[in-house]
């Protein structure tokens, strides 16, 4: 409902703008001029909605988003001169950015309990009501109706928003007292670095996106040579097409994170050089949808992966800084434009704009990969290769330091009982010990696989093979030196290093070789589960088995 709040507003006050400025009795460049309030308000607001959310619980989001719905309707009221303009924009840039943040850091919470995608979801309806808001708002102008009406309305909306959030949201019990005074940031300065290096690659996303919206209708006016009405289609497409696919990938797991960065950067890139390049609008309308599609996924994934797996004592500065620097790149992206048009034309500028996308699809795998400086949850140092491990609170309480140890625990039994499938040929007890779609596996030579149903049937071949009544591969797994890190409530990775032994009556071999497996935990349906396991082999000795051999196998005879 918050979301819903959020995109009403925008949805009016885009198509109200018009009526704004007749109302105050403002040129073109005092507009401009009366607009950059809102960045002046929003950015110093979203820095402050954060330390607020940490000190005081998620549900400062209520009064938050209540507020942006009264600052609209008092800037219908107020807009009746430049200084009136100016200073109900301030407020609404103030009060839009505290919500902007504190949405974002309840559907994080929200989406981390769940251990389902929820932050996707919500920007889907954010982005439907801004298109349904704007039609809704055109049609109060047509019947004449007052400008404060559709404020007004969503006033109405915004205000039963935060009732429902501030009945709905119990009080925090992970509050500022944890936090030692000294950290001023998401984990200090350098803790902060990580959340910065997200918030680029969001502000690269919002540039493009915002781009789009900003310049469709006068690309395709200009270069396009389409009128008034159809030039007018062009940033409804955009903002249907971003919430149409935000709907659609929403239940996309977390597991698949890089790889639908990395497709919508492709798509965002492809996109707009095939609009630069389009002759008529006819052709120009596929790569619009295209980059709909590609910059409607980025950001959200983006704030997923910082809500997953942050710390709920740091929950409220981290969505805060990640929000603000992508925000950056929302009110850079149409000056950006702007200025390439000015230098290269407007198909110049779409060249730039898909080189955007394309500098985001270079730099999200190296910034994903940046080393974390924060304590891991199991108090382990920062693994070895850099992987990355969100910054966590020096001083967790004894019931968070128990929840810890318990999933440990309860992922050494996952592990466990991965292992003991494996030797006692139990496919479906191994099957059972991964997510139920989509898990990364990589082991050596079996194969490579997006999904656990590949490696089971591979392993059911090779298992369960029989000589005269026999199994004919006989395993067994030891694994050891478990090296587990907790994440969040609902993620966690691990190292194991493997010993292992094979007899090969077939061949009639043994060999015994040794690897370590990287793994990645989640929480599916109330249990861990592998969402990833890769396995990498450092040696290995095969030899023959001599005819005096005697191979007995009494305890397998059930498993065949």
């Not at 609008?281 to 596929?286: D, G, S, Y």
């Not at 966690?492 to 690897?515: H, I, Y």
Request: proline share 6%.
């Amino acid at each position: 409902m918050a979301f819903a709040a959020f995109g009403a507003f925008w949805g009016a006050w885009g198509a109200s703008v018009p009526r704004v400025q007749q109302q105050a009795g403002i040129g073109d460049g005092r507009l401009g001029f009366a607009l950059l309030f809102v960045g002046a308000g929003a950015l110093p607001a979203m820095l402050l909605a954060g330390r607020a959310l940490d000190r005081w619980g998620l549900r400062v989001a209520a009064p938050a988003v209540a507020a942006l719905g009264c600052a609209g309707a008092g800037v219908a009221v107020t807009a009746v001169n430049l200084a009136g303009l100016c200073a109900g924009l301030a407020a609404v840039g103030a009060a839009s950015g505290a919500a902007d943040v504190a949405m974002n850091a309840v559907a994080g919470r929200a989406e981390k309990i769940a251990g389902r995608p929820v932050i996707t979801p919500a920007h889907g309806v954010f982005s439907a009501l801004v298109v349904v808001a704007s039609l809704g708002t055109g049609l109060a102008s047509a019947a004449s109706l007052p400008l404060a009406a559709p404020f007004g309305a969503v006033a109405v909306l915004s205000l039963v928003a935060g009732v429902f959030l501030l009945r709905t949201l119990r009080a925090e019990v992970v509050t500022a007292r944890h936090v030692p005074a000294a950290s001023a940031s998401p984990s200090g300065r350098r803790g902060i670095v990580p959340f910065l290096s997200i918030g680029i690659l969001g502000a690269l996303a919002f540039a493009s996106e915002n781009a789009h919206q900003s310049w469709s209708a006068v690309f395709a006016q200009g270069e396009l040579g389409s009128g008034d009405g159809l030039s007018a289609v062009a940033p409804a497409v955009f903002a249907g097409t971003v919430a149409i696919t935000r709907f659609c990938v929403g239940g996309v797991k977390a597991a698949h994170a890089r790889t639908v960065l990395l497709t919508g950067a492709s798509a965002a890139a492809t996109g707009a050089v095939l609009i630069a390049a389009a002759p008529t609008l006819p052709v120009a309308a596929p790569g619009l949808v295209l980059a709909a599609a590609g910059t409607a996924v980025l950001f959200p994934t983006l704030l997923g992966i910082v809500s997953r797996n942050v710390d709920e004592s740091r929950r409220g500065r981290a969505t805060s800084v990640v929000t603000t620097v992508s925000y950056l790149g929302f009110l850079a992206g149409p000056g950006y434009v702007g200025l390439w048009a000015e230098a290269a034309g407007l198909r110049g500028a779409m060249v730039a704009v898909a080189a955007l996308a394309a500098v985001l699809l270079v730099l999200t795998p190296p910034l994903l990969r940046l080393p974390f400086t924060g304590t891991p949850l199991d108090g382990a140092p920062p693994m070895p290769d850099g992987r990355a491990t969100m910054p966590q609170p020096p001083g967790p309480d004894l019931a968070e330091r128990i929840a810890r140890l318990e999933a440990v625990e309860e992922i050494k039994a996952l592990k466990h009982r991965y292992l003991r499938a494996c030797d006692a040929k139990d496919p479906a007890g191994f099957r059972a010990c991964f997510i139920a779609s989509g898990a990364s596996i990589d082991f050596d030579r079996l194969g490579a696989f997006d999904d656990a149903d590949g490696i089971a049937k591979v392993f059911e071949r090779i298992a369960l093979q029989q000589v005269d009544g026999r199994n004919a591969i006989l395993d067994m797994h030891h694994a050891m030196h478990p090296d587990i890190t907790v994440h969040g409530a609902n993620s966690a990775s691990g190292r194991w290093t493997l010993k292992f032994r094979q007899v090969n009556l077939l061949d009639g071999t043994e060999t015994v070789s040794t690897g370590e497996y990287d793994d990645e935990y989640v929480v599916e349906d109330g249990r861990w589960k592998m969402s990833k396991c890769h396995f990498r082999r450092h040696w290995s000795i095969t030899r023959p088995i001599g005819d005096d051999c005697r191979v007995d196998q009494p305890g397998l005879t059930r498993a065949v």
